[in-house]
């Protein structure tokens, strides 16, 4: 069934105003936006599915840039086209630019008062517990699928970054390269089959 103007319409407003209300109201980086997008585009609008919503927060995070504006850019698109990834980007980019254009103005009054630093050290134990569920819930997904080289290379991955430092581009694209290779490998498999 086609879609109307109206709806397109009511589509991009929920779009923009969702994307602007996750990011003027999310503070600690990308990660801390992830499972609110997916809360609100797979859970409450039901607009896109649990696994579609994985495979574009890998994208997002093997991208360059910002991943809170790369996955508002891949979520919107998937949703609206080109007109909802442009929508997704100024909802994204609007209040971050607005907040730190004000701190930039009263820097220097922001560093020495002693609230604001307590609020940023509150608001460090509430990142730090978001990010947790991120990888609580990536993790599991990643486990729910009881296949030996996901969980390899999670494993891998978390080893190599954490106790050889190794850099973070290479372990995500040797990790693009094993998930080419493994998809192949499932398609010929099934096509043998």
């Given at each position: 069934m086609?879609?109307?103007?109206?709806?397109?319409?009511?589509r991009?407003?929920?779009l923009?105003?969702?994307?602007?209300?996750?990011?003027?109201?999310?503070?600690?980086?990308?990660?801390?936006i992830?499972?609110?997008?997916?809360?609100?585009?797979?859970?409450?609008?039901h607009?896109?599915?649990e696994?579609?919503?994985?495979?574009?927060t890998?994208?997002?995070?093997?991208?360059?840039?910002?991943i809170?504006?790369?996955?508002?850019?891949?979520?919107?698109?998937?949703?609206?086209?080109?007109?909802?990834?442009?929508?997704?980007?100024?909802?994204?980019?609007?209040?971050?630019?607005?907040?730190?254009?004000?701190i930039?103005?009263?820097?220097?009054?922001?560093?020495?008062?002693?609230?604001v630093?307590?609020?940023?050290?509150?608001?460090?134990?509430?990142?730090?517990?978001?990010?947790?569920?991120?990888?609580?819930?990536?993790?599991?997904?990643?486990?729910?699928?009881?296949?030996?080289l996901p969980?390899?290379?999670?494993?891998?991955?978390?080893?190599a970054?954490?106790?050889?430092?190794?850099?973070?581009?290479?372990?995500?694209?040797?990790?693009?390269?094993?998930?080419?290779?493994?998809?192949?490998?499932?398609?010929?498999?099934?096509r043998?089959?």
């Amino acid at each position: 069934m086609k879609e109307t103007m109206k709806e397109k319409l009511t589509r991009y407003r929920t779009l923009f105003l969702s994307t602007l209300k996750l990011s003027a109201f999310t503070f600690g980086g990308g990660f801390v936006i992830i499972p609110l997008m997916r809360k609100r585009f797979v859970e409450e609008l039901h607009w896109i599915e649990e696994q579609e919503m994985l495979d574009l927060t890998a994208l997002a995070q093997s991208s360059p840039g910002a991943i809170a504006v790369n996955a508002s850019i891949l979520v919107g698109y998937h949703v609206a086209g080109v007109m909802g990834a442009l929508l997704s980007i100024i909802g994204t980019v609007l209040p971050p630019l607005v907040i730190i254009s004000a701190i930039s103005m009263f820097y220097t009054a922001f560093r020495d008062n002693a609230i604001v630093g307590m609020a940023m050290t509150g608001m460090l134990a509430g990142v730090a517990a978001v990010i947790c569920d991120v990888v609580i819930t990536m993790g599991k997904a990643v486990f729910q699928k009881k296949r030996v080289l996901p969980v390899l290379v999670l494993l891998g991955s978390f080893i190599a970054v954490r106790f050889f430092s190794v850099n973070i581009i290479l372990v995500i694209f040797a990790c693009g390269v094993i998930g080419a290779m493994d998809t192949l490998y499932q398609e010929r498999a099934g096509r043998r089959a």
